[in-house]
Structure formats: C-alpha cells, structure tokens
C-alpha cells in the first residue's frame, strides 16, 4: 500500500501540555492508517498559520492539536494554500467549543483516530475583513478577557476562568454605537455584546448561539445585545441567555450570510477567542462548506 504524508500541527502547551503524554501513542495511530508523520510543534502564537500555509499543499492530510486558537490559525493557514486539504482535528485546549460542535471526543487517542479514519464534513468557515475565523467572531463585553486570560489559568479553571475574569468586568461595562447592515436588514443602536458563530457552545456554554444550529448551511446565528439601561435590563439579558431564549426588547438574533458593521470609535474583537483587532468597519462574510474535516460517522 502507497505510504500517505501527513502534517501534524501541535501546540505543546495546549490544555495542561497533555498532548506531551499522549503524543507517541497519536503518532502511532497515524502511521497504522498507513500515513507517513511530519510532526511540527508550535514555538510561538501565529506559528501554525506559517506553517499550513507554507507546508499544507504538500501533504494528503493535516492533523492539529490545541485549542481553537490553534485550529484557527491552521484553518487561516491552509485556506491561503492553493489545494483544498483535508483536516483531522485533535482537541486539546481547555474549552474547545468547536470540537464539541463537531463532536469530537475529549479521548486524543479517539480523536486521533477520527482523524485518519473518520468521514469527511464540509462546513463553513468566516472571513472576517482579510482573516479567517472557523466559528466565532465576537466583539464586547467578555471578549476581552479570552485573550487578556494567561494560559496558566485557562490551564486550571477552563471556561470558568473567562466567566470570573469576565465579572471582574461588569463595573466597568461599555457599549459600542453600531450600524449594522446585512443583506436582510439594517440596524443601528447601542450594544453591549455582539457574537457572529457557527457552533453549538461559546466558552463552554451550550445552547446561547442558538437552538437549530447548522454548521453547513452558509449562514451564521447572530447575537447583538442591546446596552441595558439598568441593573434590572442586564440581568433579563443574563437571564435570556442563560435559558436560551430570546429577549427581543434586549437583544437582536437573526441568521445571515453577510453582514457589515461600522462604528466610529474602534472596538476590540476576537476571532476564536483569540484577539482580532481593533476595527471601526469590518465585512463578516460566510464561506459555505469551505473546510473539509474528519468527524465521527454520526453527525455526517
């Protein structure tokens, strides 16, 4: 049987650095699904964009392991190549919202071997301005503390440590005057948060994107939250979301495959909870099924 070459984009200090454990085990598995195994772990943030993009085109498969940062910078790096690669994804971060999307299990010997023998998902993937992200672009209250949280923590509390930075935070709440203009609608107002996803859970919470959830369909579940007015506003917000209801007096959410979103002042965003820029005019676009990637059989 002809060997396949596949690359295996790692960041070593993912998770608690558990991959550090597991890593001959997973490489075994590879090379038994008759794959030929170029290991690169990442040394620095931004790493493994250079090296999709650089390597990918050279490969039958690439395979990562982290967290979804690490899967967004692969996603950005093999998208700029110029074959469409297929991906296998090994989670090991401390949320990992997108690989429970995907339902990808915590197990990296099985998600490792979901990704050489697992069927192949086309889903959508976003181009935010001239990047990528795989299912989140957020800008607003919390989405600082993502990026602004040291690894060490999110090591040790996981999607808690965004939940306390995050109350740390609600002294001092801001909001952002937007207009935002998608092929459906125009709207302009005063917003406290703002999500455009395609996943089932943000930071570990399942259910606030959404209840019918498609990562294929070419659409993102937007979220914009008004700023609320008084004590009483922000907890029916908090409330809203937390049940995975809607508070139309409090909150827009509507499905688009475009939207634009202008302001004066810059305002800070996140692509997959990593930080994004500050931008006064960003173009979020939907790129249907562009990443094809190894799930298990059962949500094909």
Not at 80 to 105: C, E, H, I, Q
Request: glycine share 8%.
């Amino acid at each position: 049987m002809e060997e396949k070459k596949l690359l295996f984009i790692y960041n070593p200090k993912a998770g608690k650095g558990q991959i550090r454990q597991k890593l001959l085990d997973i490489i075994d598995i590879f090379t038994k699904a008759s794959y030929e195994v170029t290991a690169c772990p990442t040394q620095f943030a931004g790493e493994a964009i250079e090296l999709a993009a650089r390597k990918a085109d050279g490969f039958d498969l690439v395979v990562c392991s982290g967290g979804d940062g690490t899967l967004d910078e692969v996603v950005t790096g093999m998208l700029r190549g110029s074959k469409k690669r297929v991906l296998g994804y090994v989670p090991a971060g401390s949320t990992n919202d997108f690989a429970n999307s995907l339902r990808l299990p915590r197990n990296m010997k099985a998600a490792a071997d979901i990704a050489v023998n697992g069927t192949l998902f086309s889903c959508d993937v976003g181009a935010f301005n001239e990047r990528t992200f795989v299912y989140i672009a957020a800008f607003g209250l919390f989405t600082e503390v993502s990026y602004e949280t040291p690894q060490e923590v999110k090591n040790v509390l996981g999607h808690m440590a965004y939940v306390l930075e995050g109350m740390k935070k609600l002294t001092a709440i801001r909001s952002y005057r937007l207009k935002v203009t998608t092929q459906e609608q125009v709207i302009e107002d005063d917003f406290l948060y703002g999500m455009v996803t395609n996943s089932l859970s943000v930071g570990g919470f399942k259910g606030i994107t959404g209840k019918y959830v498609d990562l294929s369909d070419g659409v993102f579940e937007v979220t914009l939250v008004k700023r609320p007015k008084s004590l009483d506003d922000l907890n029916r917000i908090l409330s809203a979301l937390a049940s995975q209801s809607v508070d139309t007096e409090q909150m827009y959410c509507f499905k688009t495959a475009y939207l634009k979103v202008e302001s004066k002042e810059e305002v800070a965003w996140t692509l997959d909870g990593e930080f994004g820029g500050r931008h006064t005019d960003v173009v979020i676009e939907n790129k249907k099924q562009e990443l094809s990637i190894k799930v298990p059989s059962a949500i094909s």
